[in-house]
């Protein structure tokens, strides 16, 4: 019998794990660096951007406690949309990011495992995102990340995200809006 | 305690910032407003089924909502009769009962309660049950589907707190057959006081071309968010106010009403049987939907997002927003307004992203002494007021722009922190009809 461990080791080269886990950092610092622009380079034309809502429930009702995709959510996100979200930063008249907030993703928890197809790998990461805007103000949150990550040679970054899924911790969102990208 | 008489200069279009810090004035705003109003708490389709419970507030008290084995519903305050815990924990679900997970006492669907662990061995005989039955809601009320309370016994009919605003509120919610159905919900905590939200929807129209030039901008063309556009550049439209402080307003003159509703919506009306639904329930071609709150913050949308805010102290709320559609709406209509609802009025929302950093800023400011007694101004007056003009009732003015309904919303404000009881209420608002 083999480990867990030596399982999940074996399931992608470690080639590909340190590509894809380096692919994940290079895309949050093109956030923290206002380069929204170019932040959509990592994602597939047909991709899905998305983020279920959390509540609590009693036990016998917790397989309802994330909502489904289609319902509740707080992104649902294909490329053109996600596009319209950079757009409407780029005009320099979104006043909740003009003058944008000082942002810093952490990444974390990179777990790279195979996907069903050639190719294609299921990514989950932890993250921690700080905020600090005008003189005072400062938030964060944290979440889980499922990505759909599928190789693309000829792309600018060598991957493409098809799917991101976020779930964040928070059930009633404490921080004044999701103003950012996760 | 904090007079707030002289905080208010509604002649001069002038409020003192105190009313949006001052914690002693919050606490009275708990027992004259939030106590003595209808509360938003539930709308049928989120509790369909018997047993069905949602968990909300009235201001700052939690309540739980509960549909009935019989169908009917009851309120009652989720707060267990014996240490004040909170009785039941889940945001919603389904229930047969609920139990105290404290010391296990155990209450019914209608919050009687039912069972207290040890009661035969170790209370007196004279210990009964009956007197200890969680706080009713006093007075609920269904109006089209949504489920009204109010903690005073002698508030008048929901259609009465309505008043003139019955037909505006009738223009969003009462214009399909099959009805409503609220298909998702968001909730999130803003650092400001809850009067700036509550006004925006009843008298700020103006701040849109300002504060959401942005979300406009990507979204006119090639979403599913109304195109803004067609409001032209210098927009026509007009505004109401109601008695107790509820207000609206809509883009476009009569019969040429640019509507806030979504591409999918007005493609899914334009529908022979569905228009010929609405001019059957309505009567009178009424278009009407821009924005509308429903005093204290019942707030409705024309791309049907629909909430209410929480107050949280002078210096928090809490946002609570559904998404509503057509019950009979197709699915790819629904969706479509759904998704819209998202990508502009939710925690995520592209408009709502720039109000929280209003309000937030707004609220940082008055921590200054001299900014507090300077205050905000309410000058934007010049659309003279009309009573009952043609089909609109109550007061109205003939611009879609104007501060007339966030003077008479404070108006009511000052009334309801003022007066002793409703009698004296009702009173008071006749006496201070403004521009009659």
Known sequence: ?182 | MTDVTNLLDLENGRLNGHLFTDPDIYEQELEKVWKRAWNFLAHDSMIPNRGDYLQTYIGEDPILIVRQKDGSVRAFLNQCRHRGMRICRADRGTAKAFTCTFHGWSYALDGSLQQVPRQDSAYPETFDRAEYGARAVPRLQNYKGFWFGSWDETIPSFEEYLGSAKYYLDGYIDRWDGGMEAVAFHKWVLPNNWKYMAEQPTSDMQHSEITHASAGMVLNKGSDAADRTKRGTNPTGRQFFADYGHGGAWYGLKGEEVPNTGQAMQKWEARPEIAAQIAARLGDDREVRGHLNIWPTFMLLGNYTIRVTHPRGPGEQEVWSWAFVPKDADDATKDSIRRDIMRTFSPAGMFEADDALNWEEMQHILKGRVARESGFTYRMVGAPIQWDEGCYPGGSSAHVFSDNAAINMYSNYLDMMTADDWTELAELRIQHRLGK
């Open chain 1, 1 to 182: 019998m083999t480990d867990n461990i030596t399982n999940l080791l074996a399931d992608v080269d470690a080639a590909d794990d340190r590509a894809i886990t380096r692919f994940l950092y290079e895309e949050v610092a093109v956030l923290d660096d206002w380069n929204w622009g170019a932040w959509l380079d990592f994602f597939d034309d047909d991709c899905m951007y998305w983020a279920p809502t959390q509540e609590d429930r009693v036990s016998r009702e917790r397989s309802k406690r994330i909502s489904a995709f289609g319902t509740s959510v707080y992104f649902e996100e294909n490329k053109v949309q996600l596009k319209q979200r950079v757009d409407r930063l780029l005009t320099n008249q979104a006043w909740g990011e003009e003058p944008p907030s000082r942002a810093r993703h952490l990444i974390t928890n990179v777990r790279v495992s195979a996907g069903t197809a050639p190719d294609e790998f299921i990514v989950k990461s932890n993250f921690l995102d700080y905020r600090s805007m005008g003189q005072r103000s400062q938030d964060y949150i944290t979440g889980e990340r499922t990505d759909t990550i599928v190789r693309a040679p000829g792309s600018e970054w060598g991957f493409l995200i098809r799917e991101r899924r976020i779930l964040f911790d928070m059930s009633t969102i404490l921080i004044k809006n999701l103003s950012l990208f996760y």
